[in-house]
């Protein structure tokens, strides 16, 4: 099962949110774990945000599975169909406005919003870490 959205970064770390985050909070997690200041109460400048757009160079989103183990968005797709994961039911394309068939997924590649209901609260947590 995929259980965390993930993304490789090219020093082959691999930083994660678990469900229900999506690609979006793992680049906070990344942001936060090479140092940089929380951008949620301290000013960033531009020396930050090049360091940052230098770190995640050459990354590759994917997910995490309940074995740890890192997967690119098509070995996911892979991964999820194998082992019967199911998709959410009523996803609706944001680009289209039309509902997506719950046996497919909503764009070209495996989404996080394929995976887990976006409908979640502040309590979630975040995390990082290496493998």
Same mark, same amino acid.
């Given at each position: &099962?995929?259980? %965390? %959205?993930?993304? !490789? ?5 691999? +930083?994660?949110?678990?469900?229900? !985050? $999506? ?7 990344? +942001?936060?774990?090479? /140092?940089?200041? *929380? ?7 531009? &020396?930050?945000? $090049? #360091?940052? =757009?230098?770190?995640? #160079? ?8 309940? %074995?740890?183990?890192?997967? *690119? ?7 999820? $169909?194998?082992?019967? =994961?199911?998709?959410?039911?009523? $996803?609706? *394309?944001? %680009?289209?406005? !039309? ?20 409908? +979640? ?5 975040? &995390? /990082?870490?290496? &493998?």
């Amino acid at each position: &099962m995929i259980v %965390a %959205a993930a993304i !490789k970064t090219s020093d082959g770390k691999t +930083w994660s949110a678990p469900k229900p !985050k $999506r690609h979006h909070h793992v680049f906070d997690v990344i +942001w936060r774990g090479i /140092g940089l200041p *929380d951008t949620n109460c301290v000013l960033f400048d531009d &020396m930050d945000r $090049r #360091r940052f =757009q230098d770190y995640i #160079r050459g990354h590759v989103s994917g997910f995490v599975t309940d %074995a740890g183990e890192f997967l *690119d968005r098509d070995a996911s797709l892979e991964h999820v $169909r194998a082992c019967g =994961q199911p998709f959410v039911k009523g $996803r609706v *394309d944001s %680009a289209t406005k !039309k509902p997506v068939p719950d046996d497919e997924i909503i764009g070209g590649v495996l989404t996080s919003e394929d995976l887990w209901d976006s409908s +979640w609260g502040p309590s979630s947590s975040m &995390m /990082g870490h290496g &493998m």
